[in-house]
Structure formats: C-alpha cells, structure tokens
C-alpha cells in the first residue's frame, strides 16, 4: 500500500506565504508525475500545479508567477510554495501522486486526504 500525507497548511492573511508538503510512503518503486490540486466550496477540485520525473512544471493560469511546485526524490516528497496568497486561494489542497509498486506491472494515482488553506482578506 502507498500513502500521502500533507502538511503545512494553515490561515494566513493575504500576501502572505505557505508551504506545504506531502510525503508518500509504503510500497513504492518509482514515483512519476507529481500534482498539487485544490478544492473550495462548492467547486469542483482543480490542477494547481503539476511536475514530471523529469523536473517539467505546469501551472494553472491563476497561480503562475505566485506558487512553485518541487521535489525532492531521496525523500518521496512534493512541495507547493505559495506567495502572494489571496482570499481565492481559500480551499482544501491536495497532493496526487503517480506511483510504481514494484518493477513490473503499471503505475496508480494516489490522493492525500487534503490540508485547508485558508486566506483571510
């Protein structure tokens, strides 16, 4: 079994910085595309910000120039810096992950189970 755990999340005001990160633990043998997505009420959950194994970021069009998604591979983690936070960014964030289990068979995605970000105007 894999699983995701996020942290960071928190209340901030706006302009302000966040930080979060998910760790993936359990049966992994390799980690492909990486995501960070965001769910507000009475939404539907949406891309935030994605990046491949090989380092290519992809960003939604209301985040870009303001939050930077990384990895880290030696510790199965994704980050999500935010900067610039404003009341829109208000939502349940999520972590999505591409993973291989053993060295045959396909990958699965996997979800976190989400950490609220609230900004406060």
């Known amino acids: 079994q894999v699983q995701l755990v996020e942290s960071g999340g928190g209340l901030v005001q706006a302009g302000g910085s966040l930080s979060l990160s998910c760790a993936a633990s359990?049966?992994?043998?390799?980690?492909?595309?990486l995501g960070w997505y965001r769910q507000a009420p009475g939404k539907q959950r949406e891309l935030v910000a994605s990046?491949?194994?090989?380092?290519?970021?992809n960003y939604a069009d209301s985040v870009k120039g303001r939050f930077t998604i990384s990895r880290d591979n030696a510790k199965n983690t994704v980050y999500l810096q935010m900067n610039s936070l404003k009341p829109e960014d208000t939502a349940v964030y999520y972590c999505?992950?591409?993973?291989?289990?053993?060295?045959?068979?396909?990958?699965?995605?996997?979800w976190g189970q989400g950490t609220q970000v609230t900004v406060s105007s």
């Open positions: 999505n992950a591409n993973i291989q289990s053993s060295p045959i068979g396909y990958s699965k995605y996997y």
């Open positions: 359990g049966r992994i043998f390799s980690i492909q595309d």
């Open positions: 990046i491949t194994s090989a380092d290519s970021t």
